[in-house]
Every structure is written in C-alpha cells, then in structure tokens.
C-alpha cells in the first residue's frame, strides 16, 4: 500500500522559512516524479512545482519560483520542499503527489497524480 505522509507546516511570519518534508512508502521515490500543490481556503487546488524521478529536473509555478526548492533523498525516500521568503498569499494546505508513472516527467495536473498525502497546514502571518 502507497502512503505519503508531510510534515513540517506551521505558523511562520512573512519573510520567513519553512520546509516540508513527504516521507513516502510503498513505493520508491527515486523512480517516479513527484509533485508539490497546494490549496487555500475557497480556491482550487494549485500547482507550485513538481520534480522528476532522478531528481535533476524541477519545474516550478511562477508565484513560487526563486523562492521554493525542491529536493530528493532517496536514502529517506522524502522529498522536501524548502519555502523561503514566505508571504501571506503562500497560506494554504500542502500537498505532495506522486505518479506512479515509472520514470515518467513531471508534470503540473493534479488529475495525473495517482497518490496524495492527507496535506499540512502552512500559515503565514503578515
């Protein structure tokens, strides 16, 4: 059975950091892609980036981009999403995906995304 469980949301002031982790099992994050989304109170989910199988592409959404990173560690099989520069607009719950397409590349629909964790919840103040 495939579970992804994240971890690490919390309440941080704007300008600050927080990383979330997605601790996978079932199957092994070094041969599938992976995604990051997130969802806020009234809004549709939304993508903010996705990383490939081996890890060497990242792709992320424009609202994000220079201030997320995404990493691998395929000795934890987790991936992290580092969030730095934080604002306000970045409130929402977190979710990491994973497809199950093996070697596949990632990608920014979320109806291609076969497993999802149960999310966590990220604040940030102003």
């Known amino acids: 059975q495939v579970q992804l469980v994240e971890s690490g949301g919390g309440l941080v002031q704007a300008g600050g950091s927080l990383r979330l982790s997605c601790a996978t099992f079932?199957?092994?994050?070094?041969?599938?892609?992976m995604g990051w989304f997130r969802q806020a109170p009234g809004k549709e989910r939304e993508f903010v980036g996705a990383?490939?199988?081996?890890?060497?592409?990242?792709y992320y959404a424009d609202s994000v981009k220079g201030r997320f990173t995404f990493s691998k560690d395929n000795a934890k099989n987790t991936v992290y999403l580092q969030m730095n520069s934080l604002k306000p607009e970045d409130t929402a719950v977190y979710y990491c995906?994973?497809?199950?397409?093996?070697?596949?590349?990632?990608?920014?629909?979320?109806?291609?995304?076969?497993?999802w964790g149960q999310g966590t919840q990220v604040t940030v103040s102003s």
């Open positions: 995906a994973l497809d199950d397409e093996r070697g596949g590349r990632p990608r920014s629909r979320p109806e291609l995304y076969d497993y």
């Open positions: 079932g199957l092994t994050v070094s041969n599938y892609p």
């Open positions: 990383i490939g199988w081996s890890g060497g592409v990242t």
